[in-house]
């Protein structure tokens, strides 16, 4: 049985204004912005306004809004950082890696032979800043 949603969780925190993001794209349903401990150059994250920890206790109508605007971001980050690809990732879980309990789908643009990079190392925040103008002008 999946365990009940913290409504203080840090994305939760992030989507009532408590804490600031780098803010790329909004609808109704979904909100995305750049992940501060990036793997790629672009990482960015989308979740769903509403609360859900992850895929195992999502609606499927919250799946398929996060799902309508990671298409988006993909097609954004693929023209800001003219890349090659997309690797998307999802954590379900402590024990899936997951570490923040708000669902949320890792948007990662790829290029022909750059690794990504390891997990949790924070960004320079100027790096983040003009990245994210790149991807909201992708987005324009
Ligand atoms: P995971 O739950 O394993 O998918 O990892 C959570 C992700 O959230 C990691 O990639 C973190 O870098 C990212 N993250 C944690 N705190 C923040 C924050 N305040 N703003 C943006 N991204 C964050």
Redesign the pocket.
């Known amino acids: 049985m999946t365990a009940a949603y913290d409504p203080d969780n ?1 994305f939760a925190k ?1 989507l009532r204004g408590e ?1 600031p ?1 780098f803010r790329l794209y909004e609808d109704d349903d979904t909100y995305a ?5 990036p793997r790629a150059d672009g990482h960015c ?1 989308v979740i769903p306004k509403t609360p859900c920890r992850n895929v195992l206790d999502a609606t499927p109508a919250q799946l398929a809004a996060v799902m309508k605007t990671v298409q988006i971001m993909s097609h954004a980050v693929m023209k800001a950082f003219e890349a090659g690809g997309v690797t998307l ?1 999802q ?1 379900n879980e402590a024990v899936g ?4 309990f708000h669902l ?1 789908v ?1 948007v990662l643009p790829r290029h022909e032979g750059v690794a990504l990079r390891p ?1 949790g190392k924070m960004a320079d925040m100027d790096v983040l800043k003009a990245q994210a103008e790149r991807i909201r002008a992708a987005l324009a």
Do not use: W
């Open positions: 840090i992030i804490i993001s912005f750049m992940d501060i401990m994250l990732q954590f890696g997951q570490e923040v949320h890792h997990p």
